[in-house]
């Protein structure tokens, strides 16, 4: 075992701040990886915050961080896939129990025995995972990814939650190429889902409430833009989409949105406000339209993905801010003021 400088959060009304942690060891298939950057991710916040009480309760101290692109330092004896000096990345998931239809079907995110980055029971150290804002962290080599050599690392981080959350129920849905495909909500999540719509081949319609955010949605890939409070504008495409992404973190109408839909249209959450929303059966009826969720993604999947970003020179567009900065970036999220990212340049927990 080793202590880690990290940030983290006492209750949830309290402030991150400095703080040590305990890391184990590298066993035989662990690597140990020093972090460069984390991403925030509006999960850590609703987490911090435990505004997922009724679902997952939010143990304290918490860690957060599942956006994580590092530099392998240590590797263990039966460690194959990497050695010291390469790049990894650790989203949402540090294990599972390898064994479940889940796990064999590669989609360890539905594994009962799933272990999430942060808020999880913690096999080894017993207690609970701790997350990414943290000088280092140490997993089971089958739950670190390749990253592209290509790519800028500060934008790379958010792919392993936000990429991948996006990346899943696209390809999911099938081949989208030429389809009206629509992504509700342009933060992190959605700025990603837009950038591989995009690159997919879809006509991309952004539904924003800041129409000040068009030239950016126009510059990621966009095609068109919905400011979803103007009614007219909204009227005006009702019926028409094929697969609508919901990426929005707080409550809002989702009716509005399925009624976008063309027949046997799909609209997928990946967005998890804390309060149920209310769906209206006839606007599910109408069209036979459905509506489904997407949880990040799994290993395999998470490895295409990162893939795919370094061929298509995909990365995250990122604010990079010291961690000493991290309290009030929260602020700017519930804001929805970032373009599109913060990502953590975790050298400034060193002056920590
Ligand atoms: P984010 O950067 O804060 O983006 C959310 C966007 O939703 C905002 O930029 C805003 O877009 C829109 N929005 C916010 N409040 C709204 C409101 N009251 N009404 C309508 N629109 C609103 O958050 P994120 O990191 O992308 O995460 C989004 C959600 O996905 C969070 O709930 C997060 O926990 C969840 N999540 C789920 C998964 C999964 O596996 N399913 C993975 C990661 C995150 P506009 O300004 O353009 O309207
Ligand atoms: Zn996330």
Redesign the pocket.
Known sequence: MYTAKAYSAASATSPLAADSIPRRAPTDRDVQIEILFCGI???DL?SVRDEWHSVMPTIYPIVPGHEIVGRVVKVGAAVTGFKPGDLAGVGCLVDSDHTCHHCQDGVEQFCQNATFTYNSPDKHLGGVTYGGYSESIVVDESFALHVPTNLNLAGVAPLL??GI?TYSPIRRWGDIRGKKVGVV??????HMGVKFAHALGAHVVVF???AN?KEDALHLGADEIIV?TNAAEMQQHAGTFDFILD??????DLNAYINMLGRDGNLTL????EKPLPVSAFALLFGRRSLS????GGIAETQEMLDFCGQHNITADVEVIPIQRVNEAYER?LK?D?K?RFSIDMASLKSS
């Not at 990946?270 to 406000?273: H, I, M, N, R």
């Not at 969720?293 to 990040?296: F, M, R």
């Open positions: 991710c509006h999960s609703h939650c936000a959350t909500g342009l933060g992190g999540l959605g924003t409430r800041t955010k979803s990426t929005v973190a707080a409550e809002h990946v967005g998890a406000p969720g997407s949880l990040i999220l929805s970032v599109y």
